[in-house]
């Protein structure tokens, strides 16, 4: 795919209106016509046209079923969203993945076997990142463990933040806090040996999202909102899109029908960091 050289931003959805919370950005979806977006500490999923982006009624998950989520992602072929998350606020419990039909019903749960954890999908399958264990877990639609990618803290494999998967034998893993000495992009085999590799060259920031479009080529969303373009083998060819002052990116999703780039961005005051706005804006890539 071919994207434009300098994408400017055709809309801003500020989020929130609806439930009338102030609450950061914690996933971001698109399926079929419809943009999902998760708050941290909310269970209300908001829902807004992905072209004219106007928002719908909220996915409410039922009290007790959801309280602090961490991700969502969406699949096409189930038509559905996974939600990942903790059933209650405490620190100490493991989180579950929740299937969400999208009348907000709960139809399957399960444990992601880690304390948190970040979702893509692949197919009908359900690719979870777990950075406490350096495991990416590769779950079937309704639960079932088919694999599991084990990432060596000796090979660098620190604070884990996001996979995708991206051939039925390949994922794409970040990885790299602020202030850790890797922060990079690889591409690892199902054994989580590592085949290519893209180091994070702008200091102390970090990758935090994935993307992967239909030519393989890869998004990197960053912890400052710049958005990176690789192409398949992790060979860094542009920013696609520039930092913003002030803001700490989150997610990103893409509609590739539309050539639609929705990227989460939480805007923070400087001295304290407190959020200000959580926003989505919209980009024509192409």
């Known amino acids: 795919m071919d994207y434009v050289d300098k994408p400017s931003p055709v809309h801003t959805i500020n989020t929130g209106l609806r439930t009338k919370e102030q ?54 072929q189930e038509s559905c969203l996974f939600v990942i998350g903790r059933l209650d606020s405490s620190k100490d419990s493991t989180s579950s993945i929740l299937k969400i039909e999208l009348d907000g019903k709960v139809s399957t749960e399960w444990s992601s076997g880690g304390s948190s954890g970040r979702l893509s999908t692949y197919g009908s399958n359900v690719i979870v990142c777990l950075s406490d264990k350096s495991l990416v877990c590769e779950f079937t639609h309704n639960g079932k463990l088919r694999h599991q990618v084990r990432l060596s803290p000796a090979a660098g494999f620190i604070h884990l933040s996001h996979a995708i998967q991206v051939t039925s034998v390949h994922f794409v893993v970040s990885h790299g806090g602020r202030d850790d000495k890797l922060r990079r992009v690889c591409l690892v085999d199902r054994k989580g040996d590592i085949i290519e590799k893209c180091k994070i060259l702008e200091k102390k920031n970090s990758p935090v999202c994935l993307l992967n479009d239909r030519s393989r080529s890869i998004l990197v969303g960053d912890a400052e909102g710049r958005i990176l373009l690789l192409n398949s083998k992790l060979i860094f060819q542009r920013k696609l899109i520039e930092k913003a002052d002030n803001c700490i990116g989150s997610r990103i999703s893409f509609d590739e029908t539309e050539k639609r780039l929705f990227v989460a961005r939480n805007k923070v005051s400087l001295k304290p960091k407190d959020l200000k706005s959580a926003q989505v804006l919209v980009f024509n890539v192409k």
């Open 23 to 76: 609450r950061p950005i914690v996933g971001l979806a698109v399926l079929g016509n419809s943009l999902f977006v998760s708050h941290e500490k909310t269970s209300a999923i908001e829902v807004y046209d992905s072209a004219t982006y106007v928002a719908q009624d909220p996915l409410q998950i039922k009290e007790g079923q959801m309280a602090e989520p961490f991700d969502i992602a969406a699949c096409v």
